[in-house]
């Protein structure tokens, strides 16, 4: 069994662990193939004034499965997890200035791992576009216009695909005068 309301799945490249996002919590699965499969809670940390994490269901491992990147959700961040603790390193927001914009709604749905593990690509549903993140610097270094809403991302060698809705755009209406 696993917690209540399971909305995402990713495996680690070696096939070895599972990582189940749930409403609120997630779960790291190793020995899943075996008749009582280990399960480890992971929490999203708490953000603001919210009485649990927040968090979605994209993930991905490493490819040495070491760590693990988790899209937040509404806080507009990718939690990055040490898989064997399993504690909470760091949290890269999405929330920056690229260029002329400043970027401060971000909504993390999904996250993949580019093929090498140098970059990090994440679907911000509210922005219509990929962030691009650094790895090792943990630091969004561009971001992708890929259309409205895009959901889920996957990576196939050097190619990142991203699903979405739709190609049509929509625009803030500004306020009368």
């Known amino acids: 069994p696993v917690a209540r309301e399971p909305y995402g799945l990713a495996m680690s490249h070696d096939g070895k662990t599972l990582f189940v996002a749930s409403d609120g919590v997630g779960q790291i699965l190793t020995d899943w193939r075996g008749a009582k499969p280990v399960v480890t809670l992971v929490k999203p940390p708490v953000s603001g004034r919210k009485k649990r994490g927040s968090n979605a269901g994209g993930a991905d491992f490493s490819p040495a499965g070491r760590q693990l990147y988790w899209s937040s959700g509404d ?32 909504y993390a749905v999904d996250v993949k791992v580019s093929t090498d593990g140098k970059h990090l690509y994440c679907a911000d549903v509210t922005n219509f576009r990929m962030v691009v993140i650094d790895a090792e610097r943990r630091q969004v270094v561009g971001t992708v216009p890929v259309g409205r809403y895009p959901y889920a991302l996957a990576v196939v060698g050097d190619k990142v695909y991203a699903a979405n809705i739709g190609l049509f755009e929509y625009s803030p209406v500004p306020p009368p005068n």
């Open 75 to 106: 806080s507009g961040a990718v939690y990055v997890f040490d898989v064997a603790a399993p504690t909470n390193l760091v949290e890269i927001s999405l929330n920056t200035e690229l260029g002329e914009r400043k970027y401060e709604d971000s």
